[in-house]
Each structure stands twice: as structure tokens, then as C-alpha cells.
């Protein structure tokens, strides 16, 4: 073993896919990428998130108090990353990457069709927004796109890498 960098922890933790997250504020919708995020309860679903407050989208959320979570596979990576490395202050991130916007049923953000999974969320808690930039959603309405078989989704490894889910192997388990 060795040393190393505690600012290195998080490439070995980072949790989950790399997603997509819309907002909608006053009929302008906006996208952006997030890898922090956790589940944090299975019924109703609740997930944590951290939307930093200097990203373009941390105002819509916090206003509205809703969201759409998009879960890309592999194949949306090149503009998963395009959409990360900029801000929908300065673009339309969904005309300049290509992405298509689809009515929600729950809340005014869109779902994004190119993705496989979206997730209609509302904030529920924002007891830890101020100090850490981090909002509770519950799942009011889940999406699935059954043309996409077997999607395999990215995850970040920090520096500009990512690392794509692989084999799945099944073991026995006592969850559901």
C-alpha cells in the first residue's frame, strides 16, 4: 500500500452513473451533467444530489423545487461531457448539443429522450443546500425507454476520465 492524496478519494468512490439533470425556471429549460448523487431510501425513491450553487442550474432548482434526473448510456458520452463543460447561462445546451426535450408529467422540467431512464423528482429536504450545496428528491414518476436494451452507463473517474459499466453477474441476495 501508499500514500494516497486525500484529494484522489473521490475518484474511488464516486457514486453511480454519470447523469443528466433538467430544470425548467420561468419556460427556459436548461441541462446539465452531475455525478454526485446517492439513493438514499427504495419507497417512495429518495436521492440526494449536489448541485453546486456556481452552476447555472442551482437557482432554477431551488426556485422551482423540481427536477428531471436523466440517466444516459454510453453512447450520449461525447455530449454528456460537451454538456458539463458548459454553462446554460451562456447556451442552450439542449439545440447546442443536439438533445431533445420531452414534456414531463409531474414537473415543468423536461425529460430528455435520447436517455434511457428519467427520473421526475421534487425537492423534499433542503436542510444541508446552504452549507454543501446538497438537495433531497423523491421520485414522483420514473420513465423507460424499452428500445434501449441492456444500456450500459458511464461513470467518472475525474481528469476527464470515465470508466463504462461491464460485465453484470448475478449472486444470490436478499434484496429485492
Known sequence: MRDLPLSKVYQLIEPGPVVLLTTALKGRANVMTMSWHMMMDFEPPLLACIVSEANYSFAALRETGECVIAIPAVELALKVVKVGNSSGG???????????????????????????ANLECR??????????????????????????????????????????????????????
Open 90 to 116: 451562456d447556451i442552450d445546451k439542449f439545440k447546442t448539443f443536439d438533445l431533445t426535450p420531452a414534456p414531463a408529467d409531474r414537473v415543468a422540467a423536461p425529460l430528455v429522450v435520447e436517455c434511457y
Open 123 to 176: 425537492i423534499i429536504d433542503t436542510g444541508f443546500t446552504d452549507k454543501y450545496d446538497l438537495f433531497v428528491l423523491e421520485v414522483l414518476k420514473a420513465w423507460i425507454d424499452p428500445k434501449q436494451k441492456n444500456p450500459r452507463t458511464i461513470h467518472h473517474r475525474g481528469n476527464g476520465r470515465f470508466v463504462v459499466d461491464g460485465v453484470t453477474i448475478k449472486l444470490k441476495s436478499k434484496m429485492r
